[in-house]
């Protein structure tokens, strides 16, 4: 018998499937734990003048399956109507089938704005219309969005440069959803370009009032904003790379490629990979300082149009999924942290899926009993956020680890209506389990495996990124 298109039980192919996700995983309110929101429109509880603004503004996923589907640039990024980027919209949604899009534009409009209408050309305008006028009200400002996912705690990706003046914004608000900064300083070692590494030395100095003439001074502006973000409640790190770095140096070796760089010199490949191979230990060493969690978002492929990055800027969906080399730096890098007992806890995000057993095995090296999980293979990333992506990943870290101590998933998202992903993954990890019961594979212990669901999509994030020093404990 055929299902009805995203009835309750989606994705959900066995009653003990069905059981674990209604019971168990549903009710779990989220800790994003990783996301890209902007903290000014949390602080201002900004509402959306129509359904395109919260939608489609930066939204690079959705350019890309318009272009693909023959949509010019001016209804993706250019200066069209918002109406009339939405129809556009609208029209290449019936051609996503099979693709993620299809799946989370539909629970989007079903979970936020009750409409269970597919959309297409001819609904776009009803739709449209009546997302827009919900949106006019105050139960949508991005403050009650939040709430009504049932969302807990959102980490931010915030520069070392940035004020924070946001984050306090909402702090002193006292709004009862936690907002925090995560520390990124990738371009504190974008040392490629010496005109924009030391124009960001500049505003470096501004933001920690710390004079920069060497690079212990840069150090200390930095630690000094590491600090900082630490007084904000903030507990992570990341980074986003295209491969670890984990060349020798020498402090000598490394103060001089500073001093080359401030001078105004382009430094060789070798002198880059050696200044970002200390930056990394540097930045890792304050992180295991203050019991933070780093995480590495490895091997995406950016920017690879060069007349449309001239033309649009990064981030509007010229990206790719690279096939970088990745093991032998990581396990160098990972060492010599662990070497000195200086290993924060990390969580390693793979864009290519080809290294998803590489991943699963590697956390296992340096998982030294310390912590639950202390290295952790990270959800499906970006491209891999999708129903095989994330199968892939569960199982890779199923048969290589322990996915009971799996921290579970982000949204990695711009926008306040990507809160269905938690709800994709829920669905997907409790239809694993399902048919593993119903298998015979796994034993039929509802409380035990009940617990271990809501560990994975609650739980372990909690305990893990010290948002609670209360776990739940498993009935075993």
């Not at 919260?54 to 589907?69: E, F, P, S, V």
């Not at 009200?137 to 520069?159: A, I």
């Not at 990972?334 to 956390?363: F, G």
Request: proline share 4%; charged share 25%; aromatic share 12%.
């Amino acid at each position: 018998m055929k299902k009805p298109f995203l009835n309750d039980d989606f994705l959900l192919q066995t009653e003990t499937a069905q059981q674990l996700y209604h019971e168990f995983a549903k009710p779990m309110p989220i800790i994003d734990y990783h996301c890209h929101l902007p903290p000014d429109q949390i602080a201002d509880d900004k509402t959306f003048e129509n359904l395109t603004q919260i939608w489609l503004y930066g939204d690079h996923y959705k350019w890309r399956a318009m272009r693909t589907n023959g949509v010019d640039e001016s209804y993706c990024t250019g200066k069209q109507s918002d109406f009339a980027k939405f129809q556009k919209w609208a029209e290449t949604v019936p051609y996503t089938v099979r693709n993620p899009l299809y799946h989370w534009t539909h629970l989007e409009l079903q979970r936020y704005f009750g409409i269970a209408e597919t959309l297409n050309g001819k609904s776009a305008r009803r739709i449209y219309e009546a997302c827009t006028e919900q949106l006019q009200t105050s139960d949508f400002s991005v403050r009650n969005l939040l709430r009504r996912m049932n969302v807990e705690t959102v980490c931010t990706t915030d520069d070392p440069v940035d004020s924070l003046e946001h984050h306090q914004r909402i702090a002193d608000s006292g709004f009862e959803i936690s907002v925090l900064p995560t520390f990124r300083p990738d371009k504190a070692m974008a040392v490629e370009d010496p005109d924009a590494f030391n124009q960001y030395v500049a505003r470096l100095e501004a933001a920690s009032n710390v004079a920069i003439t060497s690079f212990d001074d840069f150090l200390t502006a930095l630690r000094q904003r590491h600090d900082y973000f630490a007084s904000m409640g903030c507990k992570l790190s990341d980074h986003g790379l295209e491969q670890i770095y984990a060349e020798p140096y020498s402090e000598a070796d490394v103060r001089a490629i500073f001093d080359k760089i401030r001078s105004g010199h382009a430094l060789t490949g070798s002198g880059i990979l050696t200044f970002k191979s200390a930056m990394l230990v540097y930045l890792a060493e304050m992180d295991w300082e203050k019991g933070w969690t780093q995480q590495f978002h490895l091997g995406a492929l950016r920017n690879n149009n060069s007349r449309m990055l001239r033309q649009l800027g990064p981030d509007t969906g010229w990206d790719s999924i690279g096939d970088f080399s990745q093991a032998r730096a990581l396990a160098r890098f990972l060492d010599r942290l662990d070497s000195t007992d200086k290993l924060a806890k990390t969580v390693l995000y793979n864009l290519n899926p080809a290294d998803n057993e590489l991943m699963a095995t590697m956390i296992g090296n340096f998982n030294d009993g310390s912590v639950a999980g202390k290295v952790q293979f990270g959800s499906g990333w970006w491209f891999l956020d999708q129903k095989n992506g994330m199968e892939r990943q569960i199982n890779a870290l199923s048969n290589m680890g322990l996915l009971s101590r799996f921290v579970g998933m982000l949204t990695d998202s711009r926008s306040f209506l990507s809160y269905p992903r938690h709800e994709y993954f829920r669905r997907i990890l409790s239809n694993l389990f399902g048919n593993d019961i119903e298998n015979g594979e796994l034993p039929d212990d509802m409380d035990w495996m009940g617990q271990v669901v809501q560990n994975i999509c609650y739980g372990n994030a909690k305990t893990y990124f010290g948002f609670s020093s209360k776990p739940l404990e498993l009935a075993v």
